[in-house]
Antibody, heavy 121, light 107 residues
Framework: EVQLVESGGGLVQPGGSLRLSCAVS????????MEWVRQAPGKGLEWVGR??????????EYAASVKGRFTISRDDSKNSLYLQMNSLKTEDTAVYYC????????????WGQGTTVTVSS | DIQLTQSPSFVSASVGDRVTITCRAS??????LAWYQQKPGKAPKLLIY???ILQSGVPSRFSGSGSGTEFTLTISSLRPEDFATYYC?????????FGGGTKVEIK
């Protein structure tokens, strides 16, 4: 069964850091681009960033709102995707989802259940 | 950046109705537009990608069309399980962006 499981969410103070993980199973992780998408309470979806696969040198892209503060990485040997979040702001409060790209990278076909990050003093 | 504007933002419809949701891009784009369905407390589900390709397992009452700056998602005959929020997403250029969402509610 194809599965993505996020972890690492929690309560953090403004200015703090948090590292989210996404453990994947049931497919060849190394073949796929992976994404982070977030959803603030009661709001719509916001793309956070993308991590390409080994064939594309694991390069990354980010939304302007997180660029320079967030870093996406992956460890294909551990079938895991990561989101390192630094200098957190209250507006980063959201449910964070990891997702798998289609092999064409033109849609996100598998999603995790999400992990909640709350930034508050 | 490509901004996506969905309309309507809210639609009240009955089972069996035909529902059309529009997604307008702020500039002309390729066909790399996807549609997702999200139910409360759940992760989004991919319905359609590349404007009109139905994702495996998605019922054929869902269809997508469009080009340039205007794209549509149509549900031909609404079923009870289709009441949800729908989002478009462009994967044409960075940053990838989502529309604001359209909530489909029971009339």
């Amino acid at each position: 069964e194809v599965q993505l499981v996020e972890s690492g969410g929690g309560l953090v103070q403004p200015g703090g850091s948090l590292r989210l993980s996404c453990a994947v199973s049931g497919f060849t992780f190394s073949d796929h681009f992976m994404e982070w998408v977030r959803q603030a309470p009661g709001k719509g979806l916001e793309w956070v960033g993308r991590c390409r696969n080994k064939a594309d040198s694991y390069t990354t892209e980010y939304a302007a709102s997180v660029k320079g503060r967030f870093t996406i990485s992956r460890d294909d040997s551990k079938n895991s995707l990561y989101l390192q979040m630094n200098s957190l702001k209250t507006e980063d409060t959201a449910v964070y989802y990891c997702s798998r790209d289609l092999e064409t990278a033109h849609g996100m076909d598998v999603w995790g259940q999400g992990t909640t990050v709350t930034v508050s003093s | 950046d490509i901004q996506l504007t969905q309309s309507p933002s809210f639609v009240s419809a009955s089972v069996g109705d035909r529902v059309t949701i529009t997604c307008r891009a702020s500039q002309g784009m390729s066909s790399y537009l996807a549609w997702y369905q999200q139910k409360p407390g759940k992760a989004p589900k991919l319905l359609i990608y590349t404007t009109s390709i139905l994702q495996s397992g998605v019922p054929s009452r869902f269809s997508g069309s469009g080009s340039g700056t205007e794209f549509t998602l149509t549900i031909s005959s609404l079923r009870p399980e289709d009441f949800a929020t729908y989002y478009c997403q462009q994967l044409d250029s960075y940053p990838l962006t989502f529309g604001g969402g359209t909530k489909v509610e029971i009339k």
